[in-house]
């Protein structure tokens, strides 16, 4: 089931109210021109000019990913967003831990809602934001880039999107078919933004120059202190990359 719509509050919103009405099938996606309330990361709001960039949410039962386990998902959505804009430039990296970033900007995100049901994940609304046609962004975003205006050409939103759902559909189905999750994660890791050497970091003690060592199942970051060579662990939101 697609759901096209000229406007909307927000694309998750909009799925989430749907699925309280009836259940809907695996797959199902709400596609939006515009979103009045469009929500991002920790309550951030998502900037989108009308009818410029694909904005959009659907619908999984990933019944078999314990919820313990469940930044597995923001793995394979963040893999296939790359994938997909591999095809058209380089430089595309993946920010821990919901950010797609090409060089140092972001050029998409994403907002995955999960329900869990005991010790598993029962449903989840993945919601993605890809900046495609918008020709410039307000001064206050911190640093926003869309695909135009990394290669001046415009694209087709309805390809992004189908070449999105192929590649995440085949991440998907590795994971459902019990594929060892480990590829998945070294290939996470290899496309991780700033990957290798050391670079500024600021947590609730200050800044400091460190160099990313992993990231757990869990989802968890762990930076290695240069000066100190100590690991910080880090949950979403406890650190902050220095741009
Ligand atoms: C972030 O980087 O903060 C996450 C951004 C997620 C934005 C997308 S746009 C489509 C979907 N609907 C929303 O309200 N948010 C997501």
Known sequence: MLIRMDETSSTNSELKQLQQKKRLPEGSIVV??????????????????????????F????????????????RIVSLAIKKVLDRYFDDITIKWPNDIYWKNKKIAGMLIENTLMGQKINSSIIGIGLNVNQDGFPNELPNPVSMKMVTGNEYNR???LSFFLSEFNLLYQSLQNGDDEKVIESEYMRNLYRRDDYHWYEDKEGRYKGKIIDVLPSGHLIVETLKAKEERIYAFKEVTFVL
């Open 32 to 57: 939006a021109d515009y979103q009045t309330q469009g929500r991002g990361q920790a309550g951030n709001t998502w900037f989108s000019d009308k009818g410029c960039n694909l904005l959009f949410s």
């Open 59 to 74: 619908l999984a039962y990933p019944k078999f990913i314990a919820a313990n386990r469940q930044f597995i998902l923001s």
């Open 158 to 160: 309805d390809d992004l």
